[in-house]
């Protein structure tokens, strides 16, 4: 394994093969552009070395037998098409918010009578994981684009936290019912949350040792409760694992590694990364890309490493939802993961001059149109403001 100093790479270079972090978590996959963007977002975050089998260059060999791009492209953008039609923007947001109210209607029943109906929640969670399954980039794509309610944090955090789950869930081939199960963990895992102060689990500044001890005794409230209501105990102990870590710095019980139940593994790459990409009373939303990268600042040993990679091969890199600045200057969205290579996912473009706002769907690759870098808030403020027709 190369040992590469991080300051002493020169932008814009691409990896022969795949650059870790820590000798063991993946960063970036072979072939991939390393821009002056990501080394300096890595600079911030205080990464100092890389770890690679191979070796920086400025150019890529050419293969001698190059793959049809073209078509591949244009199978996905009608494979994503097709997907698309399965349910119109506006019935997925109608049913995305029928689901939002059902959440709301959980907790609120429970904060009121101390009551849960069991067979309601499994019922519509295998609703949601129906949903994510057939539109799932729709959904991704509302996700990443409708206005967060930090008002009602408990019921925003748990149903996003519910769809990451599944799509995760997915990514990782578990078995339906698993994945029913997965969902309503992670929808009712801050249920105990309900028992303790909100200014405790929803103030900025640091807890006091005593208020950290009330917070931290919230998993074992959600599986109480949910165990009372006769929960699968799959679904009981992943609520009580989700704030666990692999090296054993989570609680309540400092589990480590195989003691950890699968959920619980799952649902703390889940928390987490909502938690980051989500809005706080006290904080703002970080994009995606930089969600991502922010649970690498984290040390990696905290997470299970396959759940890690189900994160970022379901998501990839560059989320769908969010905008990237492209290689010829203008703005997309990335609609869709690309199950042939997840290093270049399909991007919308933001056409300023088309009828329709988003009017080309394409897949970004190494020889066509490649992904730059995250698009400034500002960037992709302006194109969608300019892409508006009069």
């Known amino acids: 394994m190369n040992t590469l100093k991080l300051l002493e790479l020169k932008s814009p270079l691409y990896f022969t093969e795949d650059v870790y972090i820590d000798k063991k ?36 060999a050419a293969k001698e037998e190059a793959e049809p791009q073209e078509d591949i492209a244009d199978n996905r953008v009608k494979e994503n098409r097709s997907a698309e039609q399965k349910m119109s923007g506006e019935q997925v947001e109608k049913t995305y918010r029928a689901f939002f109210d059902f959440t709301a209607e959980v907790y609120a029943t429970y904060r009121n ?14 609703e949601l994981h129906a949903f994510v399954q057939n539109n799932r980039q729709a959904i991704l794509i ?33 078995q339906s019912h698993q994945l029913v199960e997965l969902a309503v963990a992670a929808l009712m895992h801050e249920i105990g949350l309900i028992h303790i102060s909100e200014d405790i689990y929803s103030r900025a500044t640091e807890l006091s040792d005593e208020e950290k001890k009330y917070l931290h005794v919230h998993p074992v409230l959600s599986c ?37 139940s699968l959920y619980g593994k799952i649902l703390a790459v889940v928390c987490s990364y909502e938690a980051m990409t989500g809005q706080r ?37 560059f989320p769908i939802g969010s905008f ?67």
């Not at 165990?227 to 989700?242: Q, R």
């Not at 704030?243 to 590694?257: F, S």
């Not at 890309?289 to 299970?304: H, M, T």
């Not at 990237?324 to 919308?348: A, C, E, K, M």
Request: include cysteine.
């Open 25 to 60: 978590f993946l960063l970036f996959t072979a072939e991939s552009c390393f821009t002056e963007d990501m080394k300096r977002l890595l600079c911030d975050w205080q990464f100092t070395l890389l770890y690679t089998k191979g070796e920086a260059v400025e150019e890529l």
């Open 113 to 126: 009578s101390q009551s849960l109906d069991t067979e309601k929640v499994l019922s519509k969670m295998k």
């Open 142 to 174: 509302l996700q990443s684009l409708m206005h967060y309610d930090a008002d009602n944090f408990l019921v925003t955090h748990s149903l996003r936290s519910a769809v990451f789950a599944i799509v995760l869930g997915i990514e990782l081939k578990l």
């Open 224 to 260: 109480k409760i949910l165990k009372k209501a006769k929960f699968p105990l799959p679904i009981c102990l992943g609520t009580l694992d989700h704030h666990e870590r692999e090296n054993g710095t989570g609680y309540p019980q400092k589990l480590t590694g195989e003691k950890i």
């Open 281 to 317: 009373k006290y904080k703002k939303a970080d994009e995606p890309a930089a969600g991502l990268l922010n649970i690498l600042r984290k040390e990696p040993s905290q997470y299970d490493e396959e759940v890690l990679r189900a994160l970022l091969n379901s998501l990839s890199f």
């Open 324 to 390: 990237v600045y492209l290689s010829n200057n203008l703005v997309g969205q990335v609609i869709d993961t690309n199950s042939d290579d997840p290093r270049f996912p399909i991007v919308r473009i933001i056409d300023r001059s088309a009828k329709e706002l988003f009017s080309e769907a394409i897949r970004t690759g190494m020889d066509g149109i490649r992904i730059m870098r995250p698009a400034r808030k500002e960037e992709w403020i302006a194109a969608l403001g300019k892409g508006k027709k009069d």
